[in-house]
Nanobody, 121 residues
Framework: VQLQASGGGLVQAGGSLRLSCAVSGTIFRINSMNWYRQAPGKQRELVAV???????IAAESVKGRFTISREDAQNTMYLQMNSLKPEDTAVYYC????????????????WGQGTQVTVSS
């Protein structure tokens, strides 16, 4: 199972970016899909979560600016980031909780490689 994150880049403050995360490989079901970020010198933090049914939550720092979504037919997740601020600068990682086979007794946790988002002031 592989997660491929894309869509990062350099943008001015107030601008927008859309991150994508595609899950590939042989899987039975994806449970939650999540975005994390890690800024230089800081711990990795949770940005947003979307459950299998589509319900979503976002960190207070990004509420009203970032929107997480998923397209299950494509095993893909998105993060629409609007009104970006310099403090949003970080490497963004996608994460998925996956069941590999029908009848498996536990979920497995997979990570993407990260995509850099840089917001200039």
């Amino acid at each position: 199972v592989q997660l491929q994150a894309s869509g990062g880049g350099l943008v001015q403050a107030g601008g927008s970016l859309r991150l994508s995360c595609a899950v590939s490989g042989t899987i039975f079901r994806i449970n939650s899909m999540n975005w994390y970020r890690q800024a230089p010198g800081k711990q990795r933090e949770l940005v947003a979560v979307i459950a299998a049914g589509g319900s979503a939550i976002a960190a207070e720092s990004v509420k009203g600016r970032f929107t997480i979504s998923r397209e299950d037919a494509q095993n893909t997740m998105y993060l629409q980031m609007n009104s970006l601020k310099p403090e949003d600068t970080a490497v963004y990682y996608c994460n998925a909780v996956v069941m590999l086979r029908d009848g498996d007794t536990h979920w497995r946790n997979y990570w993407g490689q990260g995509t850099q988002v840089t917001v200039s002031s």
